[in-house]
């Protein structure tokens, strides 16, 4: 099985394969909305403006398509190849396979991957248990670079009602939330739902990221995308061009009409995943952001989806979630330039960033060694 690479250079010849990208989702009932083509028309859309490199890897057999990988060149201080991304590159990045040939296709589309004119191949956020993380291990290179991380999600397909999820749910975590509810009431009319309309839509997604740049500015935390407005447009952008009543991207609580907090899920075939989120700190003591997880909870339930709180762990992510998943975010050194450079690069970018937080963890940073793992 061999994979064929093709260079897009515009939208337009991504869209000619929707009919075969929708084909292959129907094969793939777990995928997630970040694989579908829409999303990654709109990525492509941003990086092409930027005039970087984008390409389409795919793996066909029996006369269907049967793995599909869309994946940018970005050129900095290397070339470096990624999935398609919003811009934060927080997505899951695997590609999407067709579950009957995965692991064939998984070592054929890597193995094209490694063939294009980059130095480092990075793949984000990847089960560690799936034929595609199998795959990647086994991938001769000259060097890596693994990091570990757990994501957490609940099984919520299993059940039929809200009613029968509440009944296993910790009695005083369901009062507390009626508690506080009852509390936000008596402030004013509070509505929860989905954004209906693009316009609307843009609305939350412009103060997800007001409120999000002031979280992150009260804690001097410097993550790229929070303060660019490339993932922020591109969800606005998104917003348009799916049909909200069918596809929902993002949710409200709102008092009085106002926001007080907002969020992008990405649904995909089995789960909703919470992708960003915001809530205003001067309503902290409601729990807004617990409040709109038990209205996505109650909406995934009468859908028979899951719903993924994705990584990063949490204490209400815990309480919430039945199943812990490890994923691994790799780096794939391709020369031996990629190899001997990059990792004291990774460095020195950690070391920026925890001075500007903590200079103390800095410095701990700098004693650690920088060289690929094997």
């Known amino acids: 099985m061999r994979a064929v690479v093709t260079e ?68 900095s201080l290397f070339k470096e190849l990624r ?9 899951y990045s695997g590609p999407l396979l067709d579950d009957e040939y995965a692991a064939e296709a998984s070592a054929a589309l890597l193995d094209a991957a490694s063939r294009l004119p980059a130095q480092i191949l990075r793949v984000q956020s990847i089960a560690s248990t799936t034929p595609f993380a199998e795959a990647l291990a086994a991938l001769e290179a000259p060097g890596r670079h693994v990091g570990n991380i757990d994501g957490f999600s609940a099984s919520l397909h299993r059940f039929a009602t809200w009613e029968e999820y509440a009944a296993q749910v910790s009695k005083s975590y369901l009062a507390d939330l009626r508690r506080r509810m009852r509390r936000l009431r008596e402030l004013g009319p509070v509505e929860m739902g989905w954004c209906k309309t693009p316009r609307e839509a843009e609305t939350i997604i412009r103060w997800i990221w007001e409120k999000k740049r002031a979280w992150a500015k009260k804690r001097r935390i410097d993550t790229p995308y929070i303060w660019s407005d490339d993932a922020m447009q591109f969800f606005i952008e998104l917003a348009r061009r799916v049909d ?22 990405l649904v995909g075939g089995r789960a909703v995943e919470s992708f960003f989120a915001a809530f205003d700190e001067a309503f902290a003591r409601f729990a807004p952001g617990k409040l709109l997880i038990e209205d996505r909870f109650r909406w995934a339930i009468a859908r028979g989806l899951d719903f ?52 103390g963890k800095a410095f701990s940073l700098l004693s650690r060694p920088a060289g690929p793992q094997r």
């Open 244 to 265: 909200l009543s069918t596809l929902p991207l993002v949710c409200f609580l709102k008092l009085d009409g106002a926001p007080v907090a907002g969020e992008i899920n």
């Open 308 to 359: 993924d709180f994705r990584i990063l762990a949490a204490e209400y992510k815990a309480a919430l979630s039945d199943t812990v998943t490890a994923y691994t975010t790799t780096d794939i050194y391709l020369t031996p330039r990629g190899a001997a450079w990059a990792p004291h690069f990774r460095t020195a970018r950690q070391v920026a960033r925890s001075a500007l937080r903590a200079p």
């Open 83 to 91: 999935p398609l991304s919003c811009g934060s590159f927080e997505e």
């Open 8 to 75: 897009i250079r515009t939208v337009e010849t991504m869209a000619a394969i929707r009919a075969d990208w929708d084909a292959l989702l129907s094969r793939c009932l777990g995928y997630g909305f970040a694989q579908t083509p829409i999303y990654a028309e709109v990525a492509a859309a941003t990086v092409l403006r930027r005039g970087q490199a984008v390409y389409l890897i795919a793996v066909h057999a029996d006369g269907q398509l049967r793995g599909l990988w869309p994946v940018s060149i970005r050129v």
